[in-house]
């Protein structure tokens, strides 16, 4: 029998985070911008797409790769008749963003989830910060904080605070 740590690892699928994802809507813009705060919340939007249909090829795209956790490659490779047309080719950052930004969100989301089915077992949430040189300083200060996951702080802090932030919680008993 082949050792079990020489095989390739396969990304395993995260349920909750794909649940999270399809009560996204995807919107364009000019969409998004008439929306009342609150239903924003549920909004898939990304600054600068027009066409409903290539907001759609980014959000189904994403939902691929929160879904079957496909690579940020293959993400891309999804997407090319977007980058093309947006020219977008030599903006790797903006991929990037757009990518680790809506997974990151759509993982917290699932998390949150998670937290919620445990009752007892998540009373409390711990926020934890990468804490590397391009942790902000607002998210660093709060590495380790521990506040109850019905906290008015989780309305505001609940990562991801902000486009490639990292962060995300571990929950706590008592």
């Given at each position: ?31 998004f ?31 691929k ?66 804490d ?17 996951r ?21 929950a706590?008993?008592?």
């Amino acid at each position: 029998m082949p050792d079990a740590t020489l095989q390739p690892m396969k990304p395993l699928p995260f349920e909750e985070a794909a649940a999270f994802w399809k009560t996204r809507v995807p919107l364009t813009s000019e969409q998004f911008d008439r929306l009342a705060a609150e239903s924003k919340k549920h909004a898939f939007v990304v600054a600068g797409l027009t066409k409903q249909s290539m907001v759609e090829d980014v959000f189904t795209a994403m939902g691929k790769a929160i879904g079957q956790g496909t690579t940020f490659g293959q993400f891309k490779k999804e997407i090319r008749g977007v980058i093309d047309e947006m020219g977008w080719q030599k903006q790797g950052w903006r991929l990037q963003t757009i990518f680790r930004t809506n997974v990151q969100a759509a993982y917290a989301g699932g998390k949150w989830r998670q937290y919620e089915s445990m009752g007892k077992g998540a009373e409390f949430l711990q926020y934890d910060a990468v804490d590397d040189s391009r942790t902000r300083p607002t998210h660093a200060a709060l590495d380790g904080k521990v506040f109850p996951r019905d906290s008015a702080f989780w309305d505001t802090w609940y990562p991801p605070n902000g486009f490639n932030c990292r962060c995300t919680t571990r929950a706590m008993s008592k």
